[in-house]
Every structure is written in C-alpha cells, then in structure tokens.
C-alpha cells in the first residue's frame, strides 16, 4: 500500500526567509514520481514541483527545490526567499505509473509581512 | 501546459436527486482520471481511478452504485453521485493523466451542496 505523511499541519515563515516542508511516503514500487502541490483558497490546485524516484538530482523550479532521500523515503520541500503569495495549503503526492496519485495531510503555510 | 476542465463549479441540489459531474481534458487524451473528494481544511481523499474503457477501481468504503464513475473516452470521465443526502456535500475534484512528461492535471473543482 501506499502511503504519504506529512507530519506538520501548519507552518508559518516571515517573508523572505526560507521554509521546509517535510514529506515521507512509503511505496513498495521501484518507479514512482512525488510531487508538491499548491493549493491556495481558490482550491485550484497548482503543480509546484516533481521528482522522478530514478533521478537522484533534486528537482528545482525557481524559489523551490526539494530534497528527495529516497532510501529514507523523504521528500521535503524548500521555498526559499517566501513571499506574501506562497501562503497556501501544500500537499506532498505520490504517484506511480498506471497506479494511483495519492496525496498526504496537507501543511498550511503562512506567510507573515 | 495541459488543461482539465471540470463543470459544474458549483452544484445545488435537493435530497434525493442525483448531480453529474464532467472531467474534460482538452488537449491531451487522460488514459486515466482519478476522482477525489475533499473536506474543508482536509486533504484530497481518493475516491476512484476510471481508465478508460474499463470499470472504475473504487477505494475501500466508496460505495460504488452511490458514486457512479463513466470514462467512456480518452477525454472525458464523469461522476454521478446518485440519490444525493446532505452527507455528500463535498468539494469534488477530478485528476487526469498522464500528460506532458507523465504529469497529472487537475480540474478546478466542484462544490456540491445538498439540501
């Protein structure tokens, strides 16, 4: 079975800092893909970043970099220089071909001015 | 980058009727959608995964003749939630995939509230 915990409910970051959000998962599969989503109030939800369980590069989309461990099964993510527009809830997910996208509890972030 | 379209956004209904839902994806074709349904403050809890052309796979305690789940084409799947009670308003989410670089896209939402 799969499975994905994230372990903080809320976190809170003064703008312009750095924040990290944590994520660990278990999956009995050997190709799978994570993923971090952004879910702000409009409940729209927006794809901020995704890593290929192969890869060993961290993935890296601008502000956002994560770091995966795959032998611990971690998958944390880092926003740096955070701004007013990041607060949101953020999901960690994860997906396996031809399987199911499963996402975890969810961290909501604030971002204080 | 690849669109999903999910209509209604918003849904009322009363006790008893049932209330269809459309996941589109415009311009990939989505071998697979999944559907999920979603508390306030809470996170996306998988109800169902549609290929298309076979039955749906539910989640264990989604009842499956309640919450009728149709992927009859690569871009379209639906979700009926039949004779709806006030338990079943929720926020329902659709997902397909995979897109671009085995991406999956999510639908805007619909908000369904039964009186």
């Known amino acids: 079975a799969q499975t994905v915990t994230q372990s903080q409910p809320e976190m809170s970051v003064q703008e312009a800092e750095t924040v990290t959000l944590s994520c660990t998962y278990d999956t009995s599969e050997s190709d799978y893909y994570l993923f971090w989503y952004k879910q702000p109030p409009s409940r729209q939800m927006i794809l901020v970043i995704r890593q290929e369980a192969y890869k060993q590069q961290n993935a890296t989309e601008n502000r956002f970099s994560v770091n995966f461990q795959k032998a611990a099964k971690s998958f944390s993510l880092k926003i740096s220089d955070s701004q007013l527009g990041d607060a949101a809830m953020y999901f960690c997910a994860l997906y396996n071909q031809g399987g199911k996208l499963i996402f975890g509890q969810g961290t909501e972030l604030s971002v204080k001015p | 980058g690849a669109v999903v379209s999910q209509h209604p956004s918003w849904v009322i209904c009363k006790s008893g009727t049932s209330v269809k839902i459309e996941c589109r994806s415009l311009d990939f074709q989505a071998t697979t959608m999944f559907w999920y349904r979603q508390f306030p403050k809470q996170s996306l809890m998988l109800m169902a995964t549609s290929n298309e052309g076979s039955k749906a796979t539910y989640e264990q305690g989604v009842e499956k003749d309640k919450f009728l789940i149709n992927h009859a084409s690569l871009t379209l799947s639906t979700l009926t939630v039949t004779s709806a009670h006030p338990e079943d308003s929720s926020f329902y989410i659709c997902?397909?995939?995979?897109?671009?670089?085995?991406?999956?896209?999510f639908g805007s939402g619909t908000q369904l509230s039964v009186l």
């Open positions: 997902s397909a995939g995979p897109g671009e670089n085995e991406k999956l896209f």
